[in-house]
């Protein structure tokens, strides 16, 4: 969290991450925020609460993993016939 990454990071409390911006006494609270909004962002805390918002069964993931590699699948099939 120094003077390398511009004192943006990830500290840690309890075993878990947390995101974190140190403000600089000369910085506007506008891009302090705006550096705030691209870490979580790059972090994927937003997406993570959003599928931690409801419990799914070990077997309601299974399919979400398997069609997402079907997907995933049809997808890079399409590419190659392009090429």
Do not use: C, W
């Not at 550096?35 to 972090?43: A, C, H, L, T």
């Not at 805390?45 to 918002?53: D, I, K």
């Amino acid at each position: 969290m120094g003077p390398r990454n511009g004192g943006v990071g990830a500290g840690t409390r309890g075993g878990k991450s947390v995101t974190q911006v140190i403000v600089e006494r000369s910085e506007s609270f506008e891009s302090a925020l705006k550096r705030f909004n691209k870490k979580v962002q790059q972090d994927r805390v937003l997406s993570e609460v959003r599928r931690r918002r409801f419990y799914e069964k070990p077997s309601v993931l299974r399919k979400k993993k398997k069609a997402a590699k079907r997907r995933k699948s049809r997808k890079q099939t399409r590419k190659n016939m392009k090429e």
